[in-house]
T-cell receptor, first 116, second 118 residues
Framework: NAGVTQTPKFQVLKTGQSMTLQCAQD?????MSWYRQDPGMGLRLIHY???????DQGEVPNGYNVSRSTTEDFPLRLLSAAPSQTSVYFC???????????????FGDGTRLSIL | AQKVTQAQTEISVVEKEDVTLDCVYE???????LFWYKQPPSGELVFLIR??????QNEISGRYSWNFQKSTSSFNFTITASQVVDSAVYFC???????????????FGQGTILTVHP
């Protein structure tokens, strides 16, 4: 049972380059999210999806795109990398639930991204 | 808007000491969820506990205990008889609505770095 798998684990980019961070989960979870972690700021939500074909913006969406063509995959695209996007990125998933059964999110191990 | 504040940026203790990590939150929702996550030096996020707003019972799990007080909007975390393996960054988080009535958006505090010395 792999859980939430993120690839790559590390990446160095030059300013202006584009790339896609991959996230896959094998738990058939409806909800998937991307967060970025910066020192002293905790984790902040970039984009999220409540199901295949449905995505929406979180707190810090600028510079990132997402799509959700399948339940399993939720890639995060950096269109033109900037040094301000240097961060650790976490993908998370959780099953849908009612108001009284809010399940905890399962996090991937993170992708450490440096933009030079 | 939702907000989670962990006022303690760093805490340093000696092994076997008890330590309490503070968490204060703000939300307009009447139903909400609170979480604690641990991030060890290896970097992954480990879920520790979930608490919903209509259950104010405190909880104990081994050396860990949590004190939820709705009246003061606090959800504090205590480690009893700390160990070196407890050294990590600890995050408090609040779950808010993702449209409609579904919950999924986590608002995190800034994190508290706990160092336990032998």
């Amino acid at each position: 049972n792999a859980g939430v798998t993120q690839t790559p684990k590390f990446q160095v980019l030059k300013t202006g380059q584009s790339m896609t961070l991959q996230c896959a989960q094998d738990m058939n979870h409806e909800y998937m999210s991307w967060y970025r972690q910066d020192p002293g700021m905790g984790l902040r939500l970039i984009h999220y999806s409540v199901g295949a074909g449905i995505t929406d913006q979180g707190e810090v969406p600028n510079g990132y795109n997402v799509s959700r063509s399948t339940t399993e995959d939720f890639p995060l695209r950096l269109l033109s990398a900037a040094p301000s996007q240097t961060s650790v990125y976490f993908c998370a998933s959780r099953p849908a639930g009612t108001v009284k059964s809010n399940q905890p999110q399962h996090f991937g191990d993170g992708t450490r991204l440096s933009i030079l | 808007a939702q907000k989670v504040t962990q006022a303690q940026t760093e805490i340093s203790v000696v092994e076997k000491e008890d330590v309490t990590l503070d968490c204060v939150y703000e939300t307009r929702d009447t139903t909400y969820y609170l979480f604690w996550y641990k991030q060890p030096p290896s970097g992954e996020l480990v879920f520790l506990i979930r608490r919903n707003s209509f259950d104010e019972q405190n909880e104990i799990s081994g050396r860990y205990s949590w004190n939820f007080q709705k009246s003061t909007s606090s959800f504090n975390f205590t480690i009893t008889a700390s160990q070196v393996v407890d050294s990590a960054v600890y995050f408090c988080a609040l779950s808010g609505k993702l449209g409609g009535t579904s919950y999924g958006k986590l608002t995190f505090g800034q994190g508290t770095i706990l160092t336990v010395h032998p």
